[in-house]
């Protein structure tokens, strides 16, 4: 059984740090891309990072571009976003998902194809 856990979202204030986990277990396939989403109150889910077994590569939507970081730690099955310099506009509830892509360019995988979702972490950016 395919389970996410995300963990690391709490309060912060405008520019600074948090780093989410999201801990992946029983998945055995040999690729995959993993994504971070998130969804503010009133407001649909968006995808804000992902990244692609097969090759490492990464996407960041525009508005988290040189802000955030995504990337894995293989040994402990983990995939982190790195979230740096955080706005108010960031407040959300996170989601790791994860879904089966042989590929690069993980930004060609769509939302309703990730098969596995973890609860989600609330992140809120307020002074």
């Known amino acids: 059984q395919v389970q996410l856990v995300e963990s690391g979202g709490g309060l912060v204030q405008p520019g600074g740090s948090l780093r989410l986990s999201c801990t992946v277990s029983?998945?055995?396939?040999?690729?995959?891309?993993i994504a971070w989403f998130r969804q503010a109150p009133g407001k649909e889910r968006e995808r804000v990072s992902c990244?692609?077994?097969?090759?490492?590569?990464?996407y960041y939507e525009e508005p988290v571009r040189r802000r955030f970081t995504i990337y894995r730690d293989d040994v402990k099955n983990i995939v982190y976003l790195q979230m740096n310099n955080l706005k108010p506009e960031d407040t959300a509830t996170y989601s790791c998902?994860?879904?089966?892509?042989?590929?690069?360019?993980?930004?060609?995988?769509?939302?309703?194809?990730?098969?596995?979702w973890g609860q989600g972490t609330q992140v809120t950016v307020s002074s």
């Open positions: 029983g998945y055995t396939k040999d690729y995959y891309s």
């Open positions: 998902a994860i879904t089966y892509h042989s590929g690069g360019d993980c930004i060609w995988v769509l939302e309703d194809e990730y098969d596995y």
């Open positions: 990244l692609a077994s097969n090759d490492g590569s990464t």
